[in-house]
């Protein structure tokens, strides 16, 4: 099985900051990489699909990039209701998740 | 409008069995792929299973042998059987579509259903 592993595991930051998450996947897995926003007590949100494309009304503030094993979900100025927990999903094989990098206020 | 609801989950002791039921409208089931994705409390996203349009399945090792995805076109509604029951299968469970020309990415999430496996 492919795994995944992100970092970091949480982090703190302010509204306005530009904030990097990192998604790595244990092979090649081309760009069948997916990123996903989870706010508490709520199902998960499509936000990128294939490393790069952003997904129907998610605001462009969001972006994706990477190919291979290494990845990187950005957004450029957080925002009040970005606070959440995002996770990175390989669809190269039988799907994996990774361990998700918590976005909190600092 | 596009929608997923589940449906079945509950309290159940070890080595009982389940059915959830995730029940679409605004697509047909039986035209797409859809899977279940799982999260124990406290816990990360965890794929559990995929039924393929052309009606193949796949499982994650922590449940094969003991799950079965399943659908109804009639009721257009994803199923899965759920049997020998342990703690371990504790969770909130999603049923989600899966979209092949979007790097079979899952678009749209029912809002999940609790299941609890406790004596």
């Known amino acids: 099985d492919i795994q995944m592993t992100q970092s970091p595991s949480s982090l703190s930051a302010s509204v306005g900051d530009r904030v990097t998450i990192t998604c790595r996947a244990s092979?090649?897995?081309?760009?069948?990489l997916n990123w996903y926003q989870q706010k508490p007590g709520k199902a998960p949100k499509l936000l990128i699909y294939?490393?790069?494309s952003l997904q129907s009304g998610v605001p462009s503030r969001f972006s994706g990039s990477g190919s291979g094993t290494d990845f990187t979900l950005t957004i450029s100025s957080l925002q009040p209701e970005d606070f959440a927990t995002y996770y990175c999903q390989q669809s190269y094989s039988i799907p994996h998740f990774g361990p998700g990098t918590k976005v909190d206020m600092k | 409008e596009v929608q997923l609801v589940e449906s079945g989950g509950g309290l159940i002791q070890p080595g009982g069995s389940l059915r959830l039921s995730c029940a679409a409208t605004?697509?047909?089931?039986?035209?797409?792929?859809m899977s279940w994705v799982r999260q124990a409390p406290g816990k990360g996203l965890q794929w559990v299973s995929v039924?393929?349009?052309?009606?193949?399945?796949y499982y994650a090792d922590s449940v094969k042998g003991r799950f079965t995805i399943s659908r109804d076109n009639s009721k257009n509604t994803l199923y899965l059987q759920m049997n020998s029951l342990s703690p371990e299968d504790t969770a909130v469970y999603f049923c989600a579509r899966v979209v092949p020309t979007s790097y079979y990415a899952m678009d749209v999430w029912g809002q999940g259903t609790t299941v609890t496996v406790s004596s």
């Open positions: 039924f393929y349009s052309g009606g193949s399945s």
């Open positions: 092979q090649s897995i081309s760009s069948y």
């Open positions: 605004g697509f047909t089931v039986s035209s797409n792929y």
């Open positions: 294939g490393a790069s």
